[in-house]
């Protein structure tokens, strides 16, 4: 038998090359743009069941920039998969934080996402539980079908970024802005 689910089941990607520099190209004003774009069209997207709206950024001589808008959230940004790519966000098991309130931080690294999180108290209660969340996804690099180069690869990468990841966990607990943090994770 079939089971109805009445969600909205479509997702839209839309790439856009934009010739911007400076300020017109951070993220702030760009998150601006899209809101600017995407709310007098809520009634459109709902009308046609979209789930996700999700922007692709190519600016030259910079990597892609991802901005994700949820039908679940009313079609503001969900922050937690800025610069994710779409495809691959699930691999990097973000539901699993759902009892802690995630705040994402940038890093010089572009494979590596690295968030705060506070855990998710009854309103008027303190929050003692603070840790940092560093996800990667180890890609392999497809450059051979031997399986034991291909295993090579994906050693040599998984500690390369093992390294990185507790590189920016030493920078980040060093951040006077995050409260001391205990029970940290790395996730690969």
Do not use: W
């Not at 560093?134 to 497809?142: A, K, L, Y």
């Not at 030493?170 to 205990?182: H, M, R, S, Y």
């Amino acid at each position: 038998s079939l089971i109805y689910v009445d969600e909205p089941s479509h997702i839209v990607n839309i790439a856009l090359q934009l010739d911007m520099t400076g300020e017109k190209a951070s993220d702030k004003n760009l998150l601006e743009v899209l809101q600017e774009f995407i709310q007098p069209n809520i009634p459109l997207l709902r009308a046609n069941e979209i789930r996700r709206v999700t922007f692709i950024i190519h600016q030259q001589a910079q990597l892609a920039k991802y901005f994700t808008f949820r039908a679940s959230e009313d079609f503001r940004e969900d922050s937690i998969y800025r610069h994710l790519e779409p495809g691959l966000a699930f691999q990097l098991e973000l539901k699993r934080l759902a009892n802690f309130d995630i705040e994402l931080i940038s890093t010089p690294f572009h494979h590596m996402h690295f968030y705060y999180g506070a855990a998710k108290v009854p309103p008027g209660q303190k929050v003692i539980d603070h840790r940092f969340f560093v996800r990667f996804i180890v890609r392999n690099s497809g450059f051979s079908e031997e399986m034991y180069a291909s295993y090579n690869y994906m050693e040599t990468q998984g500690a390369k970024l093992l390294l990185e990841a507790l590189d920016e966990l030493e920078v980040q607990l060093g951040n006077k802005k995050f409260p001391k943090t205990d029970c940290n994770h790395i996730f690969f």
